[in-house]
């Protein structure tokens, strides 16, 4: 029986012998590692608000927090108190309780859900580092034994089960939000997972207080008692007329408990630009609740597609909303993305409605891509266009926040339709609120104004950027950065350098370990990866499982070259990297719009082909690499670094668009090859030394 000196391997036999073999503990710790990093991300946007706009810090993290964690254990910190289980009891009591909120005011880049004092309020630069520490904090106990396991066995082989774990977390995590379960389901796995690491170390008593510690978290966890969607904590509130629905602490959406209650301006706008017209056929994207489904019917729609990405707010919709609009045989609900919806439906409708259509987070933890992204596009609204009857109208409206927005929808709906929109302007304490109105109905005017009620003039200063498929960043008024991102992300940066200093130091680790070559390879990764996700979620929809799909393709491509590189032999790392840039320079010349094609099987095979291509021979180069380090865990940590490097550097997105990203991943990769050859790949090759030659690849303890 073989056993490894990490923490809390000291105390006791293992109740399973077969969950003590190295193989089977880093298999374990991986998926826990992956398991609780995507619990994190998830859960702590839902609890500190306004957070859900940067989850991407909160990877970056993760990474750094992996990072050091192999690192000190790789360096021998063996704690014998089990410092995971209390770090996540703190957190989870911090961040349910202290009611942190991240608060920041920019004119050039919107954040829905914003109230006017938020607006007014000073940028609050620390919480997004405190709350970036304290993931990082967490990450990096749980990751202590990945530096001696990763070192316990010949590096391509831990590398393949690392793989394998970290596919089993998202197995795990995706199957618990596929069943709609809540934050005590994915705390008490994480519980479940620890036993099992326990199982394989043997039980002390200090396991009663890892065990207290997990109740505790479950506790907390259960205190809160919302509804969880796979994008967002939903809480439903109630007042004497009207239910009132919260999205992540923030008000999003609600009904009045009488159907016959006046509704809100924007859903009758058009009723009062057409009065006495009626719209037989309409699609809704963003329904919501049913509150826009319910009006459609009372102007005499035969039919409504209704069409919602967040299926517990659907189904709010169809249990609370007193006018029961989804229970009405001419509506068809449909949980999906409505970007999807328009690139499979071949019907024609004579109103398509935008209905409030905002999100108050980001869909993914590595790209900053919002729910509606890729649904307010120059090329969505020309899909609009092409589903609208020869006398329909395409209507959307929103509290916009800024005027220069409801600008930038208008001339994005000019370039498409050919012809200026109609709109009318609600002023409000929420900013520009705004109804716009365009296609063949609005064309007909003639220039001029609808039957009804009076129009707006609107455009009256430069029109902004358009979002386009390749940059879909609506709510950025021009491509730039914010000062927000940047020192918030200066800060990071800075604490990251800061904490692995400091670690290397007093585990008394030499930095001339640290391998430049891994550390570019994980930036360059991270990117390839950040635009892989950008392409799938243009291509099949930005929703979660989409998300999760490409990401666990990822990590079986990471399978596929781990096997390749394991049978390769000789001088194959410069044909690797031809090969690499080669497929890079393909995936440039090939925009993903082009890959918007039909049927969707023939779409799905060319983009699984072009996309992930890329990405397998990225993971060849960095495979054949890592099979002969001689410090695996430094080489680990340096590329988990270099990945908290490439999250910063994904912001570079909001300036080129992410198909320029390729040009950035060129230029890493070409920067790796130098690193490979001319400056050397290794640090211990430069020492000429092993520096622990008494670990390399050993089995402690029989």
Partial sequence: MTTLDIPGARSARPIVPALGTPTARLLLTSTTVLFVELLLIRWIPANVVYVGYFSNFLLIGSFLGIGIGVIAGGGGWNPRVPIFPLLLFAVVAIVAR????????????????????????DANYLVLPVVVGLTAAVMAAIALPLGPLFRSMPPLRAYAVDVMGSMIGIVLFSGLSALGTTPVAWFAVAAILLAATALGRGVSAWS?????????????????????????RITISRAADAIGISANGVPHQGFFLDPAHTPYAFYTQLDRWFPGRSWSRVLIIGAGAGNDTAVALTRGATHVDAVEIDPVILDIGRTLNPSRPYDDPRVTA?????????????????????????????????????????IFTKQAFDEVRDHLAPDGAFVLYNYYREPWLVDKIGGMLTASFGSAPIARLFPSGSGAGAVLAIGPAITALNGQPPPGDRVDPIGSSAVPAPATDDWPFLYLQEPEIASFYLIALAIVLALAVLAVAV????????????????????????????RSIAVFSLLFGTTWIVNSLVFFAILASVLASIAVSSRLRGRWSRW????????LLLNLAVPPVALLIDPPWLRYLVAVVLTFAPVFFANLVFASSFRDTRTADMAFASNLLGAVAGGSLEYLALILGYQALLIVVLALYGAALLLATRLRRLADVD??????????HQPVEA
């Fill in 334 to 374: 449909t949980n999906q993305d409505g970007r999807a919806f328009l690139r499979t439906t071949t019907a024609r409708y004579d109103l398509v409605i935008y209905a409030v259509t905002d999100s108050l987070a980001l869909v993914s933890n590595t790209a900053n891509l919002r729910l509606e992204s890729y």
């Fill in 503 to 530: 670690t290397a130091r007093r585990r008394r680790i030499s930095m001339r370990r640290f391998s430049p070559h891994f550390f570019v390879l994980g930036m360059a990764f991270l990117l390839l990866e950040t």
């Fill in 98 to 121: 202290a009611q942190l909120t991240l608060t920041f005011s920019s004119p050039s880049d919107i954040y829905f859900g914003l109230n006017d004092q938020a607006r007014g309020a």
């Fill in 208 to 232: 009663l207080v890892t065990s207290a510690c997990m109740v505790g978290v479950v506790v907390h966890a259960a205190a809160l008692g919302d509804l969880w969607s796979p994008y967002q």
């Fill in 576 to 583: 690797l990297y031809f090969a690499l840039g080669s497929v």
């Fill in 687 to 696: 020492l000429g030394i092993d520096p622990d030659p008494t670990s390399r």
